[in-house]
């Protein structure tokens, strides 16, 4: 499985931004995608998740501004992040959980993509 990731980059705190992320390859059946983020000197934590049901889970310090949906192909997710504050800096990487056979499953990283938010 690869994914690719667009978007992020510079934006003024009270901003905005959309990042997408798309799954290609060898996918028996999703589970889930998603949104995770890393800061410097901390450890990588959830922004936002979307299963295969459609249910969703965000971060704490994001609900309320940040959206994750999925795209017609079901194997896109976009996350729209609004009202971006200092603190939302950070690496973004996007994550997909997927059955590869009937039995197998396992989780693949993208290899992440740079937000920041300053003035």
């Known amino acids: 499985v690869q994914l690719v990731e667009s978007g992020g980059g510079l934006v003024q705190p009270g901003g905005s931004l959309r990042l997408s992320c798309t799954a290609s390859g060898n996918i028996f059946r999703l589970i889930a995608m998603g949104w995770f983020r890393q800061a410097p000197g901390k450890q990588r934590e959830l922004v936002a998740t979307?299963?295969?049901?459609?249910?969703?889970q965000y971060g704490d310090s994001v609900k309320g501004r940040f959206t994750i949906s999925k795209g017609d192909t079901k194997t896109t997710v976009y996350l729209q992040m609004n009202s971006l504050r200092p603190e939302d800096t950070a690496v973004y990487y996007c994550?997909?959980?997927?059955?590869?056979?009937?039995?197998?499953?396992?989780?693949?990283w993208g290899q992440g993509t740079q937000v920041t938010v300053s003035s």
């Open positions: 979307v299963n295969a049901g459609g249910a969703y």
């Open positions: 994550n997909a959980r997927a059955y590869y056979t009937e039995n197998r499953w396992g989780d693949t």
